[in-house]
């Protein structure tokens, strides 16, 4: 069982490029996550989704776009990557039902903006 | 949304018992408690969660405050492998919000 599988581990961008960060699940969450770790501090929600074809700003949303196609899949897209981009992302997926909802969590793309 | 206060960092010897308090005054009433943990260079990984009683699990144990304004994660022998960044969240609206957690450290 994969669990959460995100890609690439590693990238290196410049400025101004675009990329999308890829990440599927296998466990048929209807709920998906992306989250940013700046070194030493702690996850902050970049965007979420509640369902294929609906998502939402989390806390720091700028400079980003995702997209919920189907179930499994939640691409993170960077248009125009800036320096205050270089970061950790992780994205994680769970069961909503009343409070019961886990999140797992990928096991992250480290990226640097240059 | 809930804010949460939890010591910068607890050091403990290898199979003693860790107390992880956090404090979460504002917590509404409705508001599971979860805790999560993060290893070095990994995702976080969640660890126990509960509303008003207290819960165990095979990772560890978790006791709430009666009025629900705090909690303690108790991990009762850690081991070198519990060495991690331990978050205590709220959970409000399926979205989890990440402070900066304890960093717990075991010495051998």
């Known amino acids: 069982n994969a669990g959460v599988t995100q890609t690439p581990k590693f990238r290196i961008l410049k400025i101004g490029q675009s990329m999308t960060l890829q990440c599927t699940q296998d466990?048929?969450?209807?709920?998906m996550y992306w989250y940013r770790q700046d070194p030493g501090m702690g996850l902050k929600l970049i965007y979420y989704?509640?369902?294929?074809?609906?998502?939402d700003k989390g806390e720091v949303p700028n400079g980003y776009n995702v997209s919920r196609s189907t179930t499994e899949d939640f691409p993170l897209r960077l248009e125009l990557a800036a320096p205050s981009q270089t970061s950790v992302y992780f994205c994680?997926?769970?069961?909503?039902?009343?409070?019961?909802?886990?999140?797992?969590f990928g096991s992250g793309t480290q990226l640097s903006v240059l | 949304d809930a804010k949460t206060t939890q010591p910068n960092s607890m050091e403990s010897n290898e199979e003693e018992p860790v107390h992880l308090p956090c404090n979460h005054s504002?917590?509404?009433?409705?508001?599971?408690i979860h805790w999560y943990r993060q290893l070095p260079s990994q995702g976080p990984e969640y660890v126990i969660h509960?509303?008003?009683s207290n819960v165990n699990n095979r990772m560890a144990s978790l006791a709430i405050a009666e009025d629900r304004k705090s909690s303690t994660l108790i991990l009762h022998r850690a081991t070198l492998r519990d060495a991690a960044v331990y978050y205590c969240?709220?959970?409000?609206?399926?979205?989890?919000?990440f402070g900066a957690g304890t960093t717990v450290t075991v010495r051998a």
């Open positions: 994680a997926s769970s069961y909503v039902g009343r409070g019961q909802e886990k999140l797992f």
């Open positions: 466990m048929n969450h209807n709920y």
């Open positions: 989704s509640v369902g294929a074809g609906i998502t």
């Open positions: 504002t917590i509404s009433g409705t508001d599971y």
């Open positions: 509960g509303l008003t």
């Open positions: 969240i709220p959970l409000n609206d399926y979205k989890l919000s």
